[in-house]
T-cell receptor, first 111, second 110 residues
Framework: EDQVTQSPEALRLQEGESSSLNCSYT??????LFWYRQDPGKGPEFLFT???AGEEKEKERLKATLTKKESFLHITAPKPEDSATYLC????????????FGSGTQLTVLP | NAGVTQTPKFRVLKTGQSMTLLCAQD?????MYWYRQDPGMGLRLIHY???????AKGEVPDGYNVSRLKKQNFLLGLESAAPSQTSVYFC?????????FGPGTRLTVL
């Protein structure tokens, strides 16, 4: 059974204080690992897809990396507008593109 | 493009009542999905569809039915609502691997 565990559950940072969010996964053949951002009362918004170990992707202050067992979402010099819940999900090979989600990390960036 | 839209945004039901949630997408995506999101449990897949006229069960399908009569619409039905179905429901669609989500429907079953 595919599983995704995210840590920490919640993280409070001061503006400009860089940190990383962790996503550990077990899957029967990884087709892709996905990062989403979710603001309160809204649907998840797609950020990144990573396909193989060693791959990295960047978008503004966010950088996602992937190993064979986990992914990290690095946040460099965060701003208050980066406050959101960040969701990690995996897609298994042979699946009809279903996603298995972690429970998310709630990030709060204080001004 | 409106993307993925969901109707209604909020709904309160009494135990035993029935209702249908509507999801519509204007991106011509083949794949569509219904998830529920509960505190501390993340998003869980209820049912999905790989094309018009097809549906399949996800991780938590019991108590729900779905239909995909038109490519752009995916309906989620609750025949006899239970308090355990109180949740936020999200619809998503995809063409490639990335899924695009709607704004959600908050359902409360009393």
């Amino acid at each position: 059974e595919d599983q995704v565990t995210q840590s920490p559950e919640a993280l409070r940072l001061q503006e400009g204080e860089s940190s990383s969010l962790n996503c550990s996964y077990t899957v029967s053949g990884l087709r892709g690992l996905f990062w989403y951002r979710q603001d309160p009362g809204k649907g998840p918004e797609f950020l990144f897809t990573l396909y193989s170990a060693g791959e990295e992707k960047e978008k503004e202050r966010l950088k996602a990396t992937l190993t064979k067992k986990e992914s990290f979402l690095h946040i460099t010099a965060p701003k208050p507008e980066d406050s959101a819940t960040y969701l990690c999900a995996v897609q298994a090979s042979g699946s009809a593109r279903q996603l298995t989600f972690g429970s998310g990390t709630q990030l709060t960036v204080l001004p | 493009n409106a993307g993925v839209t969901q109707t209604p945004k909020f709904r309160v039901l009494k135990t035993g009542q029935s209702m249908t949630l509507l999801c519509a997408q204007d991106m011509n995506h083949e794949y569509m999905y219904w998830y529920r999101q509960d505190p501390g449990m993340g998003l869980r897949l209820i049912h999905y569809s790989v094309g018009e006229g097809t549906t399949a069960k996800g991780e938590v399908p019991d108590g729900y039915n779905v239909s995909r009569l038109k490519k752009q619409n995916f309906l989620l039905g609750l025949e006899s609502a239970a308090p355990s179905q109180t949740s936020v429901y999200f619809c998503a669609s995809s063409y490639g691997q990335e899924q695009f989500f709607g704004p959600g429907t908050r359902l409360t079953v009393l």
